[in-house]
């Protein structure tokens, strides 16, 4: 990296990191650690910071713990192992130990499946079976179609989540699902259903795939999804089961 660049990406730094100052109870404060709430750059600066904490130490936990696979997405963190060899306990106490201010819980899988993301995991004695998930509190709230909104604001949902089923590769059964749960989400909110069209994308191992040539790691895609600041690390663990 240029040295110019360089000097300017560190003045930044220090400009952003130590001039946070808000107020509470008509006092002036500035914060002493940490990132602003809600700051364009606290995301950026946050991932950088994870992303070399990973660089550093993430190897050597992989190794030292038999860790199968590794995914994270800002806080969230889906650890694939085998149970046989790897106790998710020493995997927890050692990543508690990779920085003072920060805190990771863990969520072991219940019933052969995890969330993760958007994503429900499932798991079976021969694959894995994702379909979507949604929290306890959703609600199937959308702008209605007889609003004055603009139409391509009311039809914004519609489309991500016909991307959504479009995009992720459900077995076809849980496709299904999916595309009920849409269905009824329109009719609650007013939207003809033949507005829309969908296809379903087989999943991934009906596909022809090309030869495996070392043992298979496990893939799991999600798409972005924002977290708040400050949250709790989260580490969701999943026993891997070989046959």
């Known amino acids: 990296m240029d040295p110019q660049i360089r000097r300017e990406l560190l003045n930044w730094y220090d400009t952003i990191t ?41 190897t050597h936990l992989r190794n030292k713990h038999n860790i199968t696979a590794y995914f994270r997405y800002v806080d969230d963190i889906l650890i694939i192992y085998d149970f046989r060899h790897t106790d998710i306990k020493n995997i927890l106490e050692d990543f508690n130990t ?15 499946q995890i969330n993760f993301l958007d994503i429900t995991v499932h798991k079976t004695p021969t694959k894995w079976i994702t379909s979507i998930y949604r929290k306890p509190s959703f609600t199937d709230s959308i702008i209605p179609y007889s609003s004055n ?25 849980k496709f299904k699902e999916e595309q009920d749960t849409i269905h009824d989400i329109m009719r609650n909110n007013g939207f003809p259903i033949h507005t829309h069209t969908h296809t379903h994308i087989p999943p991934r191992d009906s596909l022809p ?20 600041a400050g949250r709790p690390r989260l580490l969701r663990t999943y026993s891997k089961r070989e046959t």
């Open 209 to 228: 795939q090309p030869p495996a040539r070392n043992q298979k790691e496990p893939h799991i895609n999600g798409p972005p999804s924002r977290t708040s």
């Open 98 to 112: 990779l920085h003072l201010n920060m805190n990771f819980t863990a969520e072991p899988e219940s019933n052969n």
């Open 18 to 58: 130590h001039e946070n100052y808000f107020s509470n109870n008509e006092k002036i404060l500035i914060q002493q650690d940490g990132l602003a709430m809600g700051a364009p750059s606290s995301g950026p600066i946050a991932e950088f910071f994870l992303q070399n904490l990973e660089d550093t130490h993430l």
């Open 149 to 173: 909104h603009p139409p391509q604001h009311k039809h914004a949902a519609i489309r991500y989540l016909y991307n959504r089923l479009n995009t992720y590769h459900l077995q076809h059964d």
